[in-house]
């Protein structure tokens, strides 16, 4: 080496410089990563950290009510369902109606005999209406004859009465005679057996009289009293045998008519449950989105079998696994903060519940659970809020990274906490 290349050292200087400016930047570069990780460690203090998180609602499951052949909709697993949607048919051909025949027939039957019970109702009321009408012509006559008979009979007894009495007149004057010896006694005797007679006819006519007067008053009232002869007249007793049969019929009539009413309603019902058992359609009871399809079509069901599930896209809640150490220090109804996978936009949401894991992970009803960790854990569930839970943005199933507010917010308590995870 030359004396003037020692003499001037300046010529190697660049290269130290650069490898001096390197070895800097390194070590802005470690102190800039290390500082972030402090800065993420002390921000995180004060919350538990948890990416064991997932988005979940609670499933609706439509079950078969009834055995048969299913014939499902064709709208895709993913879709929005609006309420009262029609997801599923089922159909079941083989559904025992004999019960069903059996009370067509009897209810059938019933009316036949309704029928058959008006129709000879019908006949026997008409003849019951002659034969009424039959013996009422016959009462009047009746009452017109014996009215006759009334008449002739008192006159027969005026003139019989008057006859008396010009039999009396005649016998004073014969004893008048006899006792003044101008008139035998024998003429007397004739006078007087002459007037008994014709008193004796008086009295006969008399009684004939009350006679016919009874029977006027009887037949004026529908009775017939002739010797012989039965209280009422042929017709009117006929009317009362017809009437007393139209009595049987009537309550014949109302039995049957009973028991056609009786089988008529047990005939509605088991029709209304064979339509019920023959034929189902299933509908989504609340709007969701659908979650699951547990059937193809053409297969057949029993009943209680799985159709469909459905999910409320507008009810979810975060469901997030912790340590069970850290279950106490969770702020119950505190704001926690998470940030969905795949987004950069943290969100808030209000803590509803701290429970141990059992109370969410052997729930079936749950669309999603966090993953199992084969350690002890505590169950925090989230409310997402509603302006997001929105019908295009279903976030069912989507991951979360959690942080959730504890008890333990001083500054010692968070520097004891950033020592820790630091060593």
């Known amino acids: 080496m030359s004396a003037t290349a020692r003499d001037h050292p300046a010529v190697r200087s660049p290269p130290a410089i650069a490898f001096n400016f390197k070895r800097l930047l390194k070590l802005a570069l470690a102190c800039g990563v290390l500082s972030a990780g402090v800065y993420a460690i002390w921000s995180a203090q004060g919350f538990v950290v948890s990416d064991n998180a997932v988005v979940s609602a609670y499933v609706t499951s439509l079950r078969t009510p009834i055995e048969g052949f299913v014939s499902v909709s064709h709208a895709p697993v993913g879709s929005e369902i609006a309420l009262g949607a029609i997801l599923a048919t089922v159909t079941n051909p083989r559904v025992d109606d004999q019960r069903l025949t059996t009370l067509q027939d009897r209810l059938h039957r019933l009316q036949l005999e309704q029928a058959a019970i008006t129709r000879q109702r019908d006949a026997l009321e008409t003849t019951w209406r002659e034969l009424t009408q039959r013996a009422e012509e016959y009462r009047r006559a009746m009452i017109s004859q014996l009215s006759g008979q009334l008449e002739a009979a008192k006159t027969a007894l005026a003139a019989r009465r008057a006859e008396r009495e010009q039999a009396k007149r005649d016998y004073a004057r014969k004893d008048a005679l006899v006792r003044s010896g101008t008139a035998s006694a024998a003429d007397l005797d004739r006078a007087h057996y002459a007037f008994d007679a014709l008193d004796y006819q008086a009295q006969s006519l008399a009684g004939q009289l009350a006679a016919v007067q009874a029977r006027l008053?009887?037949?004026?009232?529908?009775?017939?009293?002739?010797?012989?002869?039965?209280?009422?007249?042929?017709?009117?007793?006929?009317?009362d045998e017809v009437r007393l049969r139209l009595v049987e019929?009537?309550?014949?009539?109302?039995?049957?008519?009973?028991?056609?009413?009786?089988?008529?309603?047990?005939l509605a019902g088991e029709t209304h449950r064979i339509a019920l058992l023959r034929s189902a359609e299933m509908t989504a009871p609340s709007g969701g989105m659908l979650w699951k399809v547990g059937t193809s079509n053409g297969e057949r069901l029993g009943a209680g079998d799985t159709t469909a599930e459905l999910v409320d896209c507008g009810a979810e809640f975060l469901v997030v696994s912790i340590p069970q150490s850290s279950y106490a220090d969770?702020?119950?109804?505190?704001?926690?903060?998470?940030?969905?996978?795949?987004?950069?936009?943290?969100?808030?949401?209000?803590?509803?519940?701290?429970?141990g894991d059992a109370s969410l992970i052997g729930d079936r009803n749950l669309a999603a659970v966090p993953s199992d960790?084969?350690?002890?854990?505590?169950?925090?569930?989230?409310?997402?809020?509603?302006?997001?839970?929105?019908?295009?943005?279903?976030?069912?199933?989507?991951?979360?990274h959690v942080l959730l507010p504890t008890l333990r917010r001083g500054l010692a308590d968070r520097a004891m906490g950033l020592v820790q995870r630091i060593f």
């Open 373 to 400: 960790q084969h350690r002890p854990a505590a169950m925090v569930r989230i409310a997402v809020p509603p302006s997001h839970n929105l019908a295009a943005e279903c976030l069912v199933g989507r991951t979360a």
């Open 330 to 355: 969770v702020v119950r109804g505190g704001e926690a903060r998470f940030r969905l996978s795949s987004e950069t936009d943290e969100r808030t949401g209000a803590i509803i519940s701290v429970t």
């Open 249 to 266: 019929l009537d309550r014949a009539l109302d039995a049957a008519t009973g028991d056609a009413e009786e089988s008529a309603s047990l």
């Open 217 to 239: 008053d009887a037949a004026i009232h529908g009775v017939t009293i002739d010797a012989g002869g039965n209280d009422v007249a042929y017709s009117a007793q006929r009317a």
